[in-house]
């Protein structure tokens, strides 16, 4: 790809000059405290705002959080980001209250050479998300205005045509961050010709969301495991009883076609954990996949399922060309509801069985990356960890991503 990188812009010089950096902090917050939950994506972006600080730039961050209608919304605030981000620096972050008003330009004017300001949500700004161009194109332009350089290193924004993604990069000289190089180098090697044998782990809720990258996906792996809510509309298709767990009755008729056409390479749960109802401390148990009972909900993958798909990665199938086990590992969503302690042991047994495979192994972002941190796994003992878990599968998918595009204009 044709794309600027950092160590471009710092050979260029960016002491006493602007650099506007487009950061992924949509980090999880606690619904009661609203302390941050999760502090990846804010640690994913520190190599890129250190450098520049170190060089002495006057570095101005924008990003967004949560869904917020267009409009300011105190429970999406940046602010607890902007504290934590100051935490993780050993150096004080200016707040702007607005993204583009008063505060935002006075916080602005007032940045010395290496020091960081944040500006207040984007998505408070209906011209962020805006499809009218001239909309968002105004917005882009106020935008710009903070700086003299852009950097993009928010890899979990790239596949939005956002004003902050897309439009300020056709504004000013644009620039990928460590962090969207580094996603797009790996995520490039999963979609060029990956070491094989080649296993992919898929799970979440919806098989409506991974669709594309299970077509994308099919007939480049050697196996294709499937858990997480989405196994139950699989397993329907296979006819049997799923109670009353998370299933996509439209479509059914897609997973068989799916499974008739993967030549065995999908693997599904042969055990399934069901509870009476989807709470933490339902009574529960551990029942046959093709033996469910009609008024129970799954809500965690088994361990003989656990085992299956262990073995699975660490044994090469036949005719994969390779002995031992899988080479190259992307996982994707978790295997159960892992937030709830007695429905985590699929996602922490799989997760385990990927980080000692001895494979190149990928996480894939979202719900994925947060398991690996909620369940206190051992993030080195994987080969890199996504912050992008939708602009990843859509990469895979071999969609264009507006972020990427923008960047190599």
């Not at 069901?274 to 401390?281: L, S």
């Not at 206190?376 to 996504?386: A, K, P």
Request: with cysteine; glycine share 12%; net charge negative.
């Amino acid at each position: 790809m044709s794309i600027r990188t950092l160590d471009d812009l710092l050979a260029e010089g960016v002491s006493g000059r602007r650099v506007l950096v487009r950061a992924d902090l949509n980090v999880p917050l606690d619904k009661q405290s609203g302390a941050i939950t999760d502090d990846g994506r804010i640690r994913a972006v520190l190599p890129t705002l250190s450098a520049l600080t170190g060089a002495g730039a006057q570095v101005v961050v924008c990003s967004h959080l949560g869904r917020p209608k267009g409009a300011p919304d105190p429970q999406f605030s940046l602010r607890p980001v902007a504290d934590r981000l100051g935490e993780l620096l050993g150096a004080t972050v200016r707040f702007a209250t607005d993204t583009v008003g008063d505060s935002a330009r006075s916080t602005v004017d007032a940045l010395a050479d290496g020091e960081v300001a944040l500006l207040e949500n984007l998505r408070f700004n209906a011209g962020e998300t805006s499809k009218d161009e001239a909309e968002r194109g105004a917005f882009a332009d106020q935008l710009a205005a903070f700086g003299t350089a852009y950097v993009d290193d928010a890899f979990g924004a790239v596949h939005r045509k956002h004003a902050s993604v897309y439009d300020v990069a056709a504004r000013l000289p644009h620039f990928a961050g460590r962090l969207v190089l580094r996603e797009v180098e790996v995520l490039s090697t999963l979609a060029g010709e990956p070491e094989r044998p080649y296993v992919v782990v898929l799970g979440g809720s919806k098989v409506s969301d991974k669709l594309a990258v299970i077509e994308a996906l099919l007939p480049k792996v050697d196996r294709l495991l499937i858990g997480g809510g989405m196994c139950f509309t699989f397993l329907k298709a296979q006819g049997h009883e799923v109670g009353s767990s998370l299933l996509e009755e439209e479509m059914v008729e897609t997973c068989r076609n799916l499974l008739e056409r993967s030549a065995g390479k999908i693997m599904l749960p042969v055990d399934v954990v069901v509870a009476d109802a989807f709470a933490p401390d339902s009574p529960h148990d551990v029942v046959r996949a093709d033996g469910m009972p009609s008024k129970r909900v799954g809500l965690d993958i088994g361990p003989e399922t656990v085992a299956g798909f262990a073995a699975a990665l660490t044994s090469a199938p036949e005719g994969a060309g390779a002995p031992g086990g899988a080479r190259t590992i992307f996982w994707n969503g978790p295997m159960g509801v892992f937030e709830m302690p007695a429905f985590a042991n699929g996602t922490r047994g799989v997760a385990e069985a990927i980080a000692g495979s001895g494979a190149f192994t990928v996480v894939g972002g979202g719900d994925s990356a947060a398991a690996v941190r909620a369940l206190g796994l051992d993030e080195s003992s994987f080969s890199h960890i996504s912050t992008g878990g939708g602009a990843s599968l859509e990469y895979l998918e071999g969609k264009t991503l507006p972020g990427i595009a923008a960047l190599e204009k």
